[in-house]
């Protein structure tokens, strides 16, 4: 089982930078792939993006290609979402979650998913 914590939220002006962690406990989390997910009020929570159990590969939502960036130090069972260029559309609950895979399969879809944060609000202003 992996339990996950995030950090790293809150205000940030558009075109600024904000960089969440993941904390994750349990010795097997080299063993998932790790997503980083969020929520808007009245929407459905959606893929941002995603990284394999080895981190060498990663996957983006279109929305936070060339700005944001997930990585992850399985020495320190931590989990980054660097983001840059933010936009007040970017305003959410971002949650990281935990997959486990095979090989570097990575997900986009929450159903595959078994381990989720509690989430860190991000608030981006005008």
């Known amino acids: 089982q992996v339990q996950l914590v995030e950090s790293g939220g809150g205000l940030a002006q558009a075109g600024g930078s904000l960089r969440l962690s993941c904390a994750a406990s349990?010795?097997?989390?080299?063993?998932?792939?790790m997503g980083w997910f969020r929520r808007t009020p009245g929407k459905e929570r959606e893929f941002v993006a995603a990284?394999?159990?080895?981190?060498?590969?990663?996957y983006y939502a279109d929305s936070a290609k060339g700005r944001f960036t997930i990585s992850r130090d399985n020495a320190k069972n931590m989990v980054y979402l660097q983001m840059k260029l933010l936009k007040p559309e970017d305003t959410a609950v971002y949650y990281c979650?935990?997959?486990?895979?095979?090989?570097?399969?990575?997900?986009?879809?929450?159903?595959?998913?078994?381990?989720w944060g509690q989430g860190t609000q991000v608030t981006v202003s005008s």
């Open positions: 979650a935990a997959a486990l895979t095979v090989g570097h399969v990575l997900y986009t879809t929450q159903t595959r998913y078994a381990y």
């Open positions: 349990g010795r097997t989390f080299s063993s998932y792939a």
């Open positions: 990284v394999s159990w080895s981190g060498a590969s990663t």
